[in-house]
Nanobody, 126 residues
């Protein structure tokens, strides 16, 4: 499966953005889809994930209550709605997909994700 992330941009603190992760090649099916981000000079970190079967969702503590991950099976697309953005959210955001089952903390580990998109840059100014 090929992943295409889009929707990044430059916004001011407090604004919102919606990122999209579109799959091609095959449908997401029962995959797990996650969003990760990497800020300049920092390691990649988990942001959110959704298990497409049953649709439980998982979030990093830093984004809980501000970010929402959702899916549109008909469009084979997963979204990350980001509200109340802060400068610390500035990063390249990557979507990733895994065919492996996961729950809880396992869904936050990048080692389970075999498929990665190219990343989309989000810049939040203060």
């Amino acid at each position: 499966v090929q992943l295409q992330a889009s929707g990044g941009g430059l916004v001011q603190a407090g604004a919102s953005l919606r990122l999209s992760c579109a799959a091609s090649g095959r449908s997401f099916g029962n995959y797990v889809v996650g969003w990760f981000r990497q800020a300049p000079g920092k390691e990649r970190e988990f942001v959110a994930a959704v298990r497409l079967t049953g649709a439980p969702t998982y979030y990093a503590e830093s984004v809980k209550g501000r970010f929402t991950i959702s899916k549109d099976n008909a469009k084979n697309t997963v979204y990350l709605q980001m509200n109340t953005l802060v400068p610390e959210d500035t990063a390249v955001y990557y979507c990733a997909a895994s065919r492996d089952f996961c729950s809880g903390l396992l869904c936050s580990e990048d080692r389970i994700y075999a498929y990665w998109g190219q990343g989309t840059l989000v810049t939040v100014s203060s």
